[in-house]
């Protein structure tokens, strides 16, 4: 995935948030957190405006993988832009904290979750009781 956009930024191709949201779900399904990230950071240099869909499957993938820190950095960075969050979002973030055996951070965005109104389901639920 990360090969088709580099290849794409060569040929010219107009590349929008669509097709690095594609991209970074296709990574995500791999846990391929790495290569999530370069295709974020790719669509900053590129002018491309990340969406929910881009930090849900960037969040995704390191959650797969277990990378707790990178998915916290990528909650924070939502935050400060002020990007809609939704349940994907903290499932994803809380499952990577749990994977990471982080439980403190868990608990921390299952309030978080809670003070936003946003719908816990059972996955959320599951996480959070795991990473205890």
């Known amino acids: 995935a990360l090969q088709l956009c580099s290849s794409m930024v060569h040929s010219k191709v107009a590349l929008d948030t669509i097709i690095f949201n594609a991209a970074i779900s296709a990574c995500a399904k ?7 990230l370069q295709l974020y950071r790719m669509m900053a240099q590129r002018r491309v405006e990340p969406d929910t869909v881009t930090f849900n499957a960037t969040m995704s993938a390191c959650e797969k993988a277990g ?3 990178p998915a916290l950095w990528l909650f924070k960075v939502m935050e400060e832009d002020r990007v809609q969050m939704d349940t994907i979002t903290f499932s994803a973030t809380i499952s990577a904290c749990e994977k990471g055996c982080n439980w403190e951070k868990a608990l921390q965005l299952s309030g978080i979750m809670v003070h936003c109104k946003a719908q816990l389901d059972t ?3 599951n996480a959070t009781i795991s990473a205890c």
């Open 123 to 125: 996955i959320v639920y």
């Open 67 to 69: 990378a707790w820190e």
């Open 30 to 36: 791999h846990a391929e957190w790495e290569r999530s």
